[in-house]
């Protein structure tokens, strides 16, 4: 039997691409390849968010080049598409798919197959929640960000196609699914997002359904009605800030203010006490004065994020951003990371202090401790219980009953 293997970085699109080449190779008869063995075909799904993302997408490269001296290599992603000359000169081994042939990777390398699997993903390997992508593309052009630059304009997959593969996924035993995109608000796959939303949400035996990465300005009456009002909706969704600071967010080219990320924030957790925020923020902007990052902090210390993301700026060549004035020095970067990073721990954990002694469901999804298992409350509080008979993807009720630095301690009930 003949292996494979892939390599996923970056975004959470990027990593349904990357199963859905893992569901089409085994429907072909091919096998994972485990740790030591020699794989026939590796492909390697790049990022190029950020400088550190190419690093790590070239030393991924090396790395199964060094470790499968005969197999096929594809390379595919947005470092590929942003800089294929540097990909081709790692070897010439290399076969580079762009991404608007991602979904025809597999016709690259295997031309002779008259009749290859559809592309679509029936699981989510080694994950209790599975990620579909809804969206792909970008039309927002902020100008720190190469995106759209590499995957191409907004376009949206049709909502009943959407629905056939979370019915499939369900009946493979997910219980929780994630609508994701590379700008999911731009959704119009026959409807806009409420309306993939409340259908999803019908999906017979589905019990959790979540909202990926989204700007307020694209939260509407109409999704928020749609997330706070489902049957399986999570009161919890990722939110991007980017930056509190409205200065520093117009010279992002970012489509709302500061104000409108509180009323956005305000108006959920208004009509669902329990509702929580996870965001992303950049640190180190060019031109981010320090009463710049000072109104980031006041925001984070205001919402108290369930989870911050931070990402140091880093400068992408074609974006706008990289030709600014003011460009802040690493010191300065590294110093407010570590600030930001700190009050973000600090106000998570008071966020999680308020839910001391309730009792919630919580999705068990993987060992990180010893002899515990973690998993989410719907409203994607970190929880750890005692892992005794359970197993990832049980679905449990547990009284909560210590905070600590990295979640909350649960007993189950």
């Given at each position: 039997?003949?292996?494979f293997k892939v390599v996923t970085l970056g975004c959470r699109t990027?990593?349904?691409?990357?199963?859905?080449?893992?569901?089409?190779?085994?429907?072909?008869?091919?096998?994972?390849?485990?740790?030591?063995?020699?794989?026939d075909l590796c492909i390697v799904n790049t990022c190029t968010v950020?400088?550190?993302?190419?690093?790590?997408?070239?030393?991924?490269?090396?790395?199964?080049?060094?470790?499968?001296?005969?197999?096929?290599?594809?390379?595919?992603?947005?470092?590929?598409?942003?800089?294929?000359?540097?990909?081709?000169?790692?070897?010439?081994?290399?076969?580079?798919?762009?991404?608007?042939?991602?979904?025809?990777?597999?016709?690259?390398?295997?031309?002779?197959?008259?009749?290859?699997?559809?592309?679509?993903?029936?699981?989510?390997?080694?994950?209790?929640?599975?990620?579909?992508?809804?969206?792909?593309?970008?039309?927002?052009?902020?100008?720190?960000?190469?995106?759209?630059?590499?995957?191409?304009?907004?376009?949206?997959?049709?909502?009943?196609?959407?629905?056939?593969?979370?019915?499939?996924?369900?009946?493979?035993?997910?219980?929780?699914?994630?609508?994701?995109?590379?700008?999911?608000?731009?959704?119009?796959?026959?409807?806009?997002?409420?309306?993939?939303?409340?259908?999803?949400?019908?999906?017979?035996?589905?019990?959790?359904?979540?909202?990926?990465?989204?700007?307020?300005?694209?939260?509407?009456?109409?999704?928020?009605?749609?997330?706070?009002?489902?049957?399986?909706?999570?009161?919890?969704?990722?939110?991007?800030?980017?930056?509190?600071?409205?200065?520093?967010?117009?010279?992002?080219?970012?489509?709302?203010?500061?104000?409108?990320?509180?009323?956005?924030?305000?108006?959920?957790?208004?009509?669902?006490?329990?509702?929580?925020?996870?965001?992303?923020?950049?640190?180190?902007?060019?031109?981010?004065?320090?009463?710049?990052?000072?109104?980031?902090?006041?925001?984070?210390?205001?919402?108290?994020?369930?989870?911050?993301?931070?990402?140091?700026?880093?400068?992408?060549?074609?974006?706008?951003?990289?030709?600014?004035?003011?460009?802040?020095?690493?010191?300065?970067?590294?110093?407010?990371?570590?600030?930001?990073?700190?009050?973000?721990?600090?106000?998570?954990?008071?966020?999680?202090?308020?839910?001391?002694?309730?009792?919630?469901?919580?999705?068990?999804?993987?060992?990180?401790?010893?002899?515990?298992?973690?998993?989410?409350?719907?409203?994607?509080?970190?929880?750890?219980?005692?892992?005794?008979?359970?197993?990832?993807?049980?679905?449990?009720?547990?009284?909560?009953?210590?905070?600590?630095?990295?979640?909350?301690?649960?007993?189950?009930?």
């Amino acid at each position: 039997m003949k292996k494979f293997k892939v390599v996923t970085l970056g975004c959470r699109t990027n990593q349904y691409e990357s199963q859905g080449y893992s569901d089409q190779l085994r429907r072909l008869g091919y096998a994972t390849a485990s740790e030591g063995d020699e794989a026939d075909l590796c492909i390697v799904n790049t990022c190029t968010v950020t400088e550190g993302a190419d690093s790590s997408s070239r030393h991924q490269i090396r790395q199964l080049l060094k470790a499968h001296p005969n197999a096929k290599v594809a390379v595919t992603g947005c470092m590929a598409e942003s800089a294929p000359d540097i990909v081709r000169g790692i070897d010439p081994r290399i076969e580079i798919v762009p991404n608007a042939e991602k979904e025809r990777l597999l016709d690259r390398i295997f031309p002779q197959e008259e009749s290859l699997p559809e592309f679509n993903i029936q699981a989510f390997d080694g994950h209790t929640r599975a990620f579909v992508k809804v969206q792909d593309g970008c039309n927002s052009f902020c100008t720190y960000c190469i995106i759209p630059y590499v995957r191409g304009r907004s376009r949206s997959r049709q909502i009943p196609e959407i629905v056939r593969e979370v019915e499939g996924l369900v009946a493979n035993g997910y219980k929780e699914v994630v609508l994701t995109g590379i700008n999911v608000g731009d959704f119009d796959g026959g409807g806009r997002l409420a309306d993939l939303v409340r259908a999803v949400d019908k999906v017979e035996g589905l019990r959790r359904l979540r909202v990926s990465s989204i700007d307020p300005d694209e939260v509407d009456a109409d999704l928020e009605s749609a997330v706070l009002n489902g049957r399986t909706t999570c009161p919890s969704m990722h939110i991007v800030l980017q930056a509190g600071s409205n200065v520093v967010l117009k010279r992002m080219n970012r489509k709302y203010t500061r104000q409108v990320f509180l009323e956005t924030v305000e108006r959920m957790v208004q009509r669902e006490p329990d509702f929580t925020v996870t965001t992303d923020i950049i640190v180190g902007f060019p031109g981010e004065s320090e009463t710049d990052f000072q109104e980031t902090l006041e925001i984070v210390s205001k919402v108290r994020f369930a989870k911050v993301h931070m990402f140091p700026y880093s400068q992408r060549k074609r974006t706008r951003a990289a030709l600014y004035p003011n460009q802040v020095s690493q010191e300065a970067i590294r110093r407010r990371k570590q600030e930001l990073l700190r009050l973000a721990e600090k106000t998570a954990f008071e966020l999680r202090g308020r839910f001391v002694g309730r009792k919630m469901p919580v999705l068990l999804e993987n060992e990180e401790k010893e002899g515990m298992l973690s998993g989410h409350t719907p409203n994607f509080l970190r929880i750890y219980v005692p892992k005794q008979e359970f197993k990832p993807n049980d679905l449990i009720e547990v009284e909560l009953i210590e905070n600590m630095p990295e979640g909350l301690l649960g007993k189950h009930l």
